[in-house]
């Protein structure tokens, strides 16, 4: 199946075909050079969100820390935090980990400003994006295990003062990659029991590592995710070289975790295993909402600016935070769209 066989909103075939025709412009995305590439990929994520993804609402505070992290200031690890103005002191907060296959991505993509940006403003919380490292050169789990040293600096003596955190009001979100290093890094704190969060949020979550339903056979190609399997090694270090949470779908325990939203997009390779991990979410007696974006493909959520159903689904996340932070939105009316 292909993208020009299904009925898709016009704004996921208008951003498919500027991926092509950018991609032409960007030879080093196919690079065997990692550098090379994620280089590339920056560079064709920020030409899609200036066309495709709603700008930053200017009461937005947009600044960037660093800590030190797990092993001290030798790995220091950026935190990129979006406070809108008229927020409480001190403030519930969200701990955001990108996309990028486990292999690229950064906080500095202007998707990521834009999007976590308006997030802030239609939920009332802080949102604090985490530059977590990257595989190869730093596998499984190093990313999981800058995401919990993240959390805790932010609850720590010191993060209230620098990050004004409200430690009782903290929580996760990742996207694709990111949303299955958060689901991950939240079975660990959920056996540490030191850290309690509030909520998680996954966005087309890469819960597992293998193909996983028919969702996995039908949208393999051509669907963006065709160079899923080559990356899983990457971030692994090897061939199947870790713990029983890096695929937190194979889990045996997902039990007293934190009430959860799951977004999966109707059209993508990841859906059926977002969807079941939510089941098991359920029959684990967590509260869990899964939401499935309905003519959507992999990351099409980001398409604010040209597309309803993108406006709706970060709606529908924002909606989920307001009640699991207890807060309300810090924008009078919905940002309107801007018109093509």
Request: proline letters at 9%.
């Given at each position: 199946?292909?993208?020009?066989?299904?009925?898709?909103d016009p704004?996921i075939l208008?951003?498919?075909?500027r991926?092509?025709q950018?991609?032409e412009?960007?030879?080093?995305?196919?690079?065997?050079?990692?550098?090379?590439?994620?280089?590339?990929?920056r560079?064709l994520s920020?030409?899609?969100?200036?066309?495709?993804?709603e700008?930053a609402p200017?009461s937005?505070?947009?600044?960037?820390?660093?800590?030190?992290?797990?092993?001290?200031?030798a790995?220091?690890?950026?935190?990129?935090?979006?406070?809108?103005?008229?927020l409480?002191?001190?403030?519930p907060?969200?701990l955001?980990?990108?996309?990028?296959?486990?292999t690229?991505?950064?906080?500095?993509e202007l998707l990521?400003?834009?999007?976590?940006?308006?997030?802030?403003?239609?939920a009332?919380?802080q949102?604090?994006a985490?530059?977590?490292?990257?595989?190869?050169?730093?596998p499984?789990?190093?990313?999981?295990?800058?995401?919990?040293?993240?959390?805790?600096?932010?609850?720590?003596e010191?993060g209230?003062s620098r990050f004004?955190?409200?430690?009782?009001?903290?929580?996760?979100?990742g996207?694709?990659a990111?949303?299955?290093?958060a689901?991950?890094?939240?079975l660990h704190l959920?056996?540490?029991?030191?850290?309690?969060?509030?909520?998680?949020a996954?966005?087309v979550?890469?819960v597992?590592?293998?193909?996983?339903g028919?969702s996995a056979?039908?949208?393999?190609?051509?669907?963006?995710?065709d160079?899923?399997?080559?990356?899983?090694p990457?971030?692994?270090g090897g061939?199947?070289?870790?713990?029983a949470?890096?695929?937190?779908?194979?889990?045996?325990?997902?039990?007293?975790?934190?009430?959860?939203?799951?977004q999966?997009?109707?059209h993508d390779?990841?859906?059926d295993?977002?969807?079941?991990?939510g089941?098991?979410?359920?029959?684990a007696?967590?509260?869990?909402?899964?939401?499935?974006?309905?003519?959507?493909?992999?990351?099409?959520?980001g398409?604010?600016?040209v597309?309803?159903?993108a406006r709706?689904?970060?709606?529908v996340?924002?909606?989920?935070?307001r009640?699991?932070?207890g807060?309300?939105p810090?924008v009078p009316?919905?940002?309107?769209?801007r018109?093509?």
């Open positions: 199946m292909s993208v020009e066989e299904l009925r898709l704004g208008a951003w498919a075909g991926i092509e950018h991609a412009q960007l030879p080093a995305l196919r690079s065997s050079d990692v550098a090379l590439r994620r280089q590339a990929a560079r920020d030409l899609l969100a200036e066309e495709f993804t700008p200017p937005v505070e947009i600044t960037t820390s660093w800590i030190d992290g797990p092993a001290g200031p790995g220091p690890l950026e935190l990129r935090r979006y406070r809108p103005e008229g409480p002191s001190p403030a907060t969200q955001a980990l990108h996309g990028g296959g486990f690229s991505g950064t906080v500095h990521n400003d834009r999007l976590l940006a308006a997030r802030a403003l239609a009332g919380i949102v604090v985490l530059g977590y490292r990257l595989a190869p050169e730093h499984y789990p190093a990313a999981v295990d800058d995401t919990i040293h993240a959390l805790r600096v932010l609850t720590s010191a209230p004004d955190v409200d430690p009782g009001r903290l929580g996760i979100a996207n694709s990111g949303g299955g290093i689901a991950s890094a939240v959920r056996d540490s029991g030191d850290l309690p969060l509030v909520h998680q996954l966005e979550p890469a597992s590592l293998t193909p996983s028919d056979t039908r949208y393999a190609r051509g669907f963006g995710l160079d899923a399997e080559a990356l899983v990457l971030y692994l061939p199947r070289a870790a713990d949470y890096a695929s937190p779908l194979e889990a045996d325990d997902l039990s007293d975790l934190p009430p959860t939203l799951i999966v997009a109707e390779p990841l859906r295993a977002g969807l079941a991990y089941r098991r979410l359920v029959e007696g967590v509260p869990t909402v899964t939401w499935i974006g309905r003519g959507h493909v992999h990351a099409s959520g398409l604010t600016a597309m309803a159903g709706e689904w970060q709606a996340q924002a909606t989920a935070l009640e699991a932070y807060t309300n810090l009316e919905p940002i309107q769209p018109r093509r």
